[in-house]
């Protein structure tokens, strides 16, 4: 039934398991001796916790982080027997919750260390923080904790505020630090990597890595070919083509004036869908920053986003295909194998990240290679 109705949605993503474990795999054998985990978060990065954590499961994941005891509940709920890791910490009272359902808080504070305390020592994770103060104890209270009668937690970990960016200062301070750390809780796994640290090489996978993007085929690093394979395509449908003059406007504000004749494409998607607004078309107000706006693709060819992006609708300038060939109800690719999905990121002036956690429940999603 899915299938039928993924054949003629408004809106469809074709998510590829076998790519995103292959993925996962690629980030395994990059991190070495080091185990490796699987960020799956924001119900995985917006692609459904569910057939994904599945999938790395059946690929050899055994360590599995989340954000929230929520998404940590529902994680156990699909998988019985994998370590599951909040990253949030926990909040007083949810103690019997995590006891109950085999959840491992990761303790990102004082505050957060004495409630696993008065829980009787619940199994626990240590963030330290170490130059992004964000989360995390900082190094002088990790020693205080390191010197007290708490029991070691299972794995010491922290997370790199710039690993996109390899030779920034940051990560080797982060690095030093890291290692002072860890040298405080000798029976504790350490863990420092996420999908762009697991790229920095060995120094920085101590063992357990935590890839999260990567393993969706987004961009760890910056200015780096991405070698990672696409696991998501997202489609939207031609609703009707039509034909204005050079000098036209098109779209909310008469935001594109036409340079030529054109034939416009109307689509369903719209930041609705979390087709961002900042990604219209070349020109475009809303967004100063990006030089020119997002593309798609069909029929082999790339067609340039026109005009606003609006809550359900995209225009696109279909005119350099021949008129015969584009018909209403054609699928346009938005991302996905022809147009990468952190082009699209970068035409709106964010990242692959935000784009694939937007994705919006319009889309049916169909999944594929399980
Ligand atoms: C989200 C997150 C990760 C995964 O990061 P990616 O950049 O997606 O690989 C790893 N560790 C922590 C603490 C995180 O919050």
Redesign the pocket.
């Known amino acids: 039934m899915q299938t039928d109705l993924f054949s003629t949605a408004s809106n469809r993503l074709t998510i590829d398991l076998s790519a995103l474990k292959d993925n996962w795999l690629r980030m395994r054998q990059l991190s070495g001796k080091a185990r490796t985990s699987a960020?799956v978060?924001a119900n995985a990065?917006g692609l459904g916790v569910e057939p994904v954590a599945r999938a790395l499961a059946s690929a050899g994941a055994r360590d599995f982080?989340v954000?929230s005891m929520e998404e940590g509940i529902e994680l156990r709920g699909i998988l019985a027997d994998v370590r599951i890791y909040i990253?949030a910490g926990l909040w007083p009272g949810h103690e019997k919750a995590f006891q109950q359902h085999g959840l491992i808080p990761v303790i990102n504070s004082v505050e957060q260390l004495e409630v696993v305390r008065q829980a009787g020592w619940l199994p626990y994770a240590l963030h330290v923080d170490t130059g992004m103060n964000r989360l995390g104890l900082s190094l002088q209270e990790a020693r205080q904790v390191a010197a007290s009668d708490a029991p070691s937690p299972l794995v010491v970990?922290s997370?790199l505020a710039c690993?996109d960016e390899p030779g920034h200062p940051l990560n080797a301070s982060q690095l030093s630090r890291f290692r002072q750390a860890a040298a405080l809780f000798p029976d504790a796994e350490a863990s420092l990597a996420?999908?762009?640290g697991v790229f920095q090489g060995d120094d920085f996978h101590f063992d357990l890595t935590?890839?999260?993007?990567?393993v969706y085929g987004g961009e760890?690093v910056n200015d780096a070919a991405n070698p990672m394979k696409p696991v998501v395509k997202a489609e939207a449908r031609i609703i009707q083509i039509r034909s204005a003059l050079a000098g036209d406007t098109a779209s909310y504000g008469a935001s594109a004036t036409l340079a030529r004749d054109t034939r416009i494409a109307t689509v369903t998607v719209g930041y609705a869908d979390g087709y961002h607004r900042s990604v219209s078309g070349a020109g475009v107000t809303v967004r100063q920053a990006a030089p020119s706006g997002a593309f798609g693709f069909l029929h082999g060819t790339r067609v340039p986003h026109l005009g606003r992006v609006t809550m359900d609708l995209s225009l696109f300038d279909v005119s350099d295909l021949p008129e015969t060939a584009v018909t209403a109800g054609d699928y346009i690719e938005l991302f996905g194998n022809a147009i990468a999905l952190d082009d699209v990121a970068r035409a709106g002036g964010t990242i692959g990240?935000e784009l694939l956690t937007s994705l919006g429940k319009r889309y049916v999603r169909h999944y594929i290679g399980g």
Do not use: E, Q, T
Not at 210 to 214: D, E, Q, S, T, V
């Open positions: 960020v978060k990065y982080f954000a990253l970990m997370h690993g996420n999908s762009a935590r890839p999260g993007i990567a760890a990240y």
